[in-house]
């Protein structure tokens, strides 16, 4: 199966980096991680995404939607994860279809997911479980706020049973798009820093060990690409499983090599990389556990299941 990009998918992938570097440019990232008090979602941004279809791409067109579909969605989601987009970006994209307003970025959808809820106080309607009818307003129950890593992504727990399903599937691998997105954005800086930082005289990258990490990263990182990429275009459950485990582990390991290359500035609020670090703590909430896909793609294996990458 043939998983390049079309012409159009190109020109979509490009644009939407293009627009995302003008909305939030990495200087803004930067100031709101190191901004005091909670997190503020920004309703103009929101509504810029929403313009620029973001939420709604893969609404039929008679719907006032783009009309596009899972392959497309992913190319889009992979460039706000390199980004590191803030907000329940992929709760509201989901629910544009069936809550008013989310389409066009009016109004902010998040979900109640594995017993947390991202954005709580932020949001206008809050999902039950993907798939599930929307709560106006507040939320009804009983919650928590909990101290998140990324500064960029308030949590709160949720008393909650959980929902599974189509739609849950499809966030899964809207999150893994953000994971490999996320996990570019790392091997770029630090492609870019191996290059610039010189130790004894020499760029650090000229040095073995260096290499090696770099090497690694770009490995990991289109692996788990190609298996996101097939997972979207054949929707597989061996794929999709499969997509899941390499898309975390590209977005952690390669974050932490990233980190290894910069060494301790990479800690410092100047720079990305521990923000990478954040966010994949935060997006690996999501979903099940490892060893559940673990053990899906064991039981597909044990059924003679075909891959395509």
Same mark, same amino acid.
């Given at each position: 199966?043939?998983? =390049?990009?079309?012409?159009?998918?190109?020109?979509?992938?490009?644009?939407?980096?293009?627009?995302?570097?003008?909305?939030? %440019?990495?200087?803004?990232?930067?100031?709101? &991680?190191?901004?005091?008090?909670?997190?503020?979602? !920004?309703r103009?941004?929101?509504?810029?995404?929403?313009?620029?279809?973001?939420?709604?791409? =893969?609404?039929p067109?008679?719907?006032g939607?783009?009309?596009?579909?899972?392959?497309?969605?992913?190319?889009?989601?992979?460039?706000?994860?390199?980004?590191? *987009? %803030?907000?329940?970006?992929? &709760?509201?994209? *989901?629910?544009?279809?069936?809550?008013?307003?989310a389409?066009d970025?009016?109004?902010?959808?998040?979900? $109640?997911?594995?017993?947390?809820?991202?954005?709580?106080?932020?949001?206008?309607?809050?999902?039950?479980?993907?798939?599930?009818p929307?709560? /106006?307003? %507040?939320y009804?129950?009983?919650?928590?706020?909990?101290?998140? $890593? !990324?500064?960029?992504? /308030?949590?709160?727990?949720?008393?909650? !049973?959980?929902?599974?399903?189509?739609?849950?599937?499809?966030?899964?691998?809207?999150t893994?798009?953000?994971?490999?997105?996320s996990?570019a954005?790392? *091997?770029?800086?630090?492609?870019?820093h191996?290059?610039?930082?010189?130790?004894f005289?020499? /760029?650090?990258?000229?040095?073995?060990?260096?290499?090696?990490?770099? &090497?690694?990263?770009?490995?990991?990182?289109?692996?788990?690409?190609?298996?996101?990429?097939?997972a979207? $275009?054949?929707?597989?459950?061996?794929?999709?499983? &499969?997509a899941?485990?390499?898309? =975390?582990?590209?977005?952690?390991?390669?974050?932490?090599?990233c980190?290894?290359?910069?060494?301790g500035?990479?800690?410092?609020?100047?720079?990305?990389?521990?923000?990478?670090?954040?966010?994949?703590?935060?997006?690996?909430?999501?979903?099940?556990? !490892?060893?559940?896909?673990?053990?899906?793609?064991?039981?597909?294996?044990?059924?003679?299941?075909?891959?395509?990458?």
């Amino acid at each position: 199966m043939d998983f =390049r990009l079309t012409e159009d998918q190109t020109a979509l992938r490009a644009a939407t980096r293009e627009l995302l570097a003008r909305l939030y %440019p990495p200087e803004r990232l930067r100031e709101d &991680a190191a901004g005091c008090g909670p997190p503020r979602l !920004d309703r103009e941004l929101w509504r810029a995404l929403g313009d620029a279809g973001l939420f709604s791409l =893969r609404l039929p067109e008679a719907e006032g939607g783009v009309g596009l579909g899972m392959p497309e969605a992913v190319l889009v989601f992979e460039e706000a994860g390199r980004t590191l *987009l %803030p907000g329940p970006l992929v &709760a509201t994209h *989901l629910a544009a279809g069936s809550v008013p307003g989310a389409a066009d970025g009016q109004v902010v959808v998040t979900v $109640v997911d594995g017993g947390t809820a991202e954005w709580l106080e932020e949001a206008d309607c809050v999902v039950e479980g993907f798939g599930e009818p929307g709560v /106006p307003g %507040p939320y009804p129950a009983r919650t928590e706020p909990v101290r998140s $890593v !990324d500064p960029l992504t /308030p949590l709160h727990r949720v008393p909650h !049973d959980g929902a599974g399903g189509r739609a849950a599937s499809e966030a899964e691998l809207l999150t893994c798009a953000q994971q490999i997105g996320s996990a570019a954005r790392t *091997l770029e800086l630090a492609v870019q820093h191996a290059r610039t930082r010189e130790q004894f005289g020499r /760029p650090i990258g000229s040095f073995q060990a260096v290499k090696h990490l770099c &090497a690694d990263m770009l490995v990991r990182l289109e692996m788990a690409r190609t298996a996101v990429y097939a997972a979207a $275009v054949t929707g597989l459950p061996e794929e999709h499983f &499969a997509a899941m485990l390499l898309a =975390r582990e590209a977005a952690g390991r390669n974050a932490r090599d990233c980190l290894q290359v910069f060494g301790g500035m990479g800690f410092t609020w100047e720079a990305e990389v521990h923000l990478h670090i954040k966010r994949g703590w935060v997006l690996g909430l999501r979903g099940r556990s !490892d060893r559940s896909y673990e053990e899906a793609v064991a039981e597909q294996l044990a059924k003679g299941a075909e891959w395509s990458f």
